[in-house]
């Protein structure tokens, strides 16, 4: 029998990381000589590869500016890391399911829209990087809610759909999931609300990490 996977979104999901987002995309557009978008379409936007996000919040634009904003955002994130200033914090619960899952047997990672050292820095903050198996990131894939970082992550780690869950936060991580024969899973502390990730194919939508833990339970 297959190993039971577990993958992970990261911002809002396992960490509350809007703050940093919002203000990273102001100062991308206002580099770019923009009006920032608002910030509800901002947060949105999370999960999404950079270039992806710039197209949507910026439709009018052309390919050079989306990846021009892609970089100034980029920058603005790298300077708030240098200059300490990134807060993250992982949501109440979260420490605790991770520990639960992996000692029932749980293989366990995360299929993101954060750059590779993002995600690093991130974890590495928390203590929780030995956790994760396989870590997919927008630096080797396309965007979601194309399927191919969990389609690596099930590869990695020999998994087969339906013994693999994608938990998030969002429509593009319920569509990735779907698209890759896997279980979605929803979060309701994230940026899309419970309903239209229902919408959008979720199985279920946890309200707590608890609530979440039990809905994987369930599958053998």
Do not use: N
Not at 18 to 44: I, K, N, S, W, Y
Not at 121 to 135: E, K, P, S, W
Not at 183 to 189: D, E, K, Q, T
Request: net charge negative; hydrophobic share 45%.
């Amino acid at each position: 029998m297959s190993v039971r996977l577990a993958v992970f979104d990261c911002d809002g999901t396992l960490v509350d990381g809007q703050a940093d987002v919002c203000a990273a995309m102001d100062a991308a557009f206002a580099a770019a000589g923009l009006a920032p978008p608002p910030r509800h379409e901002t947060r949105r936007m999370v999960g999404l590869s950079l270039p992806e996000a710039m197209r949507r919040l910026r439709p009018e634009g052309e390919q050079r500016e989306h990846e021009a904003l892609a970089a100034h955002y980029r920058d603005a994130y790298r300077e708030r890391r240098a200059a300490g200033v990134i807060d993250e914090p992982l949501f109440e619960g979260i420490a605790e399911l991770l520990e639960r899952l992996a000692g029932a047997g749980w293989v366990l990672g995360i299929a993101t829209g954060k750059s590779d050292r993002g995600l690093a820095h991130c974890l590495a903050v928390h203590g929780i990087d030995a956790r994760f198996v396989t870590l997919q990131t927008a630096d080797r894939h396309p965007s979601k809610p194309h399927p191919a970082m969990l389609e690596a992550a099930m590869a990695a780690v020999g998994a087969t759909p339906s013994r693999t869950a994608m938990i998030g936060d969002t429509a593009y991580d319920v569509a990735m999931a779907t698209a890759a024969g896997a279980h979605p899973l929803g979060v309701a502390w994230g940026y899309h609300p419970a309903e239209e990730l229902l919408a959008a194919g979720a199985e279920a939508v946890a309200d707590d990490p608890a609530a979440l833990g039990h809905l994987l339970d369930s599958i053998r």
